[in-house]
């Protein structure tokens, strides 16, 4: 009786022991596989933070000629106009001509960076996309 314990437990442990190297195996199989990371997510956020840039700097343009208009500025537009110029001391009509400017120059900027954004992005859909059908068309 004992013995035959003895062989149960030993046969147990075998195999919780080789369920546990399977286990081990499969997860460091998918570790890192294509299905799994993390790129899509970081796309999207980039994607989203680059259209609401793109909002900004739109309505920034639109309403640059409005009296008594302050513009939204990100941390580093505002970096780059007080690095431009003084805005207390400089003429409000030549400040709205730069900021158009400056705006028109981000917005290209933005534009090429969304672009870049969205051929990673359809890259990624279409890896996938091999990677669910096994390659066929």
């Known amino acids: 009786m004992i013995a035959r314990i ?5 046969f147990i442990s075998l195999t919780t ?7 081990d ?4 199989k998918t ?6 990371d993390s ?25 640059a000629t409005t009296p008594k208009f302050r513009p939204i500025l990100l941390p580093e537009d505002r970096a780059e106009l007080e690095r431009l110029f ?3 001391t400089e003429d ?12 028109m120059g981000k917005i290209a900027e933005n534009n090429k960076r969304q672009q870049a954004l969205y051929t990673l992005y ?14 066929k068309q």
Do not use: C, P
């Open 39 to 63: 790129t899509g997510m970081v796309l999207e956020r980039a994607i989203k933070y680059s259209n609401q840039k793109h909002a900004i700097y739109s309505y920034n343009i639109a309403n």
């Open 25 to 28: 195996i499969a997860k460091s």
């Open 122 to 135: 359809k890259k990624r859909v279409e890896n996938l996309r091999k990677v669910v059908t096994l390659g």
């Open 17 to 23: 022991s080789l369920l546990a190297q399977k286990l």
């Open 6 to 10: 003895l062989v149960i437990a030993i």
């Open 86 to 88: 003084n805005v207390e």
């Open 31 to 36: 570790k890192g596989h294509i299905l799994e």
């Open 92 to 103: 409000k009509a030549y400040f709205s001509k730069v900021m158009i400017e400056h705006f």
